[in-house]
């Protein structure tokens, strides 16, 4: 706690400056020493609390000797301290409550600081009043302003009331054409519903006709895909029916040529008998005129094969385009 009274100025010091400013004593020293030697005045016990209290006392412990120094005083002078306003206890035991009002005060130095206090408390109550005072009428010209300021809005209010109220007229008018738009739209949306669900059962069955043709079209690649086997089977067989009719004609042009040749040559025979026979004959007879010798057959060339070594006409079925052409 910082000292009560600073650093090197004692409490005596300031107990006896206060001294000579309440007595106007030139020694102030010898005042307090003639107080103290016989029974000292209640004020210079204040004096003393006030001033020669210890730098570390609290309220509460010169409250404390406060009313023990009343109540000694009350026992020795068998009235209240003056100036003293607090309770009297004598013993441990209240003697008397504590004063709160100036008719309460038997004599009149604690009559007059009472009153002073309370002239001080209405002097402060009145200040308060003045500065509340003039808030308020602060407060009331702003209201006057605002006052004001309101009957121009009220004014305003009251055109556009009524512009509010043409406003509504309009607005019931367009709630009451919107009302008949939202009934349409309902029963636009209802129609609507039940042709979104007459497109979804043409969609069902839309979709089982899609799945059926699916079906039909996977059974026709099957059918295809097997057709395409038979077919390169069939072809597989008529190449090798080809081959064999080739190589059986091939096999007949061979006997043929052959018998041709051994019809050249029995030609030729007779050819040479009718010579020997006709020899014969001259020789026997006249001989008759030389016959011009028969002209040799000339050797045919070999047929070829397959027409040339290719398919005939009756193969044309089998040609590859007609395999290509078969399913366009």
């Not at 409490?11 to 309440?22: C, G, H, N, T, Y």
């Not at 600081?113 to 002097?123: F, K, P, T, V």
């Not at 010579?275 to 005129?289: A, F, H, I, K, Q």
């Not at 011009?292 to 079925?317: F, I, L, M, N």
Request: proline share 5%; net charge negative; charged share 35%.
């Amino acid at each position: 706690m910082e000292s009560r009274h600073g650093k090197e100025y004692g409490s005596m010091r300031r107990l006896a400056d206060k001294v000579q400013e309440a007595t106007e004593s030139p020694d102030p020293y010898k005042t307090i020493a003639r107080q103290l030697d016989g029974r000292p005045r209640w004020q210079l016990v204040e004096w003393v609390l006030d001033h020669c209290a210890p730098d570390d006392a609290e309220e509460s412990w010169r409250e404390h000797q406060v009313e023990r120094l009343a109540g000694i005083y009350y026992s020795v002078h068998q009235e209240r301290p003056p100036r003293y306003a607090g309770r009297l206890i004598v013993n441990g035991a209240t003697v008397e409550d504590a004063i709160s009002s100036p008719e309460e005060a038997r004599d009149p130095t604690t009559r007059v600081l009472l009153l002073q206090e309370e002239l001080a408390r209405l002097q402060d109550s009145f200040e308060r009043g003045e500065e509340l005072s003039a808030r308020l009428r602060d407060q009331a010209a702003s209201l006057q302003g605002q006052l004001d300021s309101l009957q121009k809005d009220y004014s305003t209010l009251e055109s556009a009331h009524d512009l509010i109220r043409q406003t509504k007229q309009e607005l019931d008018g367009l709630v009451a054409t919107l009302q008949e738009r939202v009934r349409t739209a309902e029963e636009t949306a209802e129609s609507l519903e039940r042709r979104v669900r007459n497109a979804h059962e043409e969609a069902n069955f839309s979709q089982a006709a899609l799945e059926q043709k699916k079906r039909e079209y996977e059974e026709l690649e099957q059918r295809e895909s097997r057709t395409r086997v038979d077919l390169a089977e069939a072809r597989d067989i008529a190449d090798e029916r080809y081959h064999e009719l080739d190589r059986y004609r091939q096999e007949s042009d061979e006997a043929q040529q052959r018998l041709r040749n051994q019809i050249i040559s029995l030609e030729r025979d007779i050819i040479e008998l009718h010579e020997r026979l006709r020899g014969l004959d001259s020789r026997t007879s006249n001989p008759p005129p030389s016959s011009p010798r028969p002209p040799v057959a000339d050797t045919q060339k070999p047929r070829q094969s397959g027409h040339g070594g290719q398919r005939g006409p009756e193969y044309d079925w089998m040609r590859d385009d007609g395999d290509q052409n078969l399913f366009r």
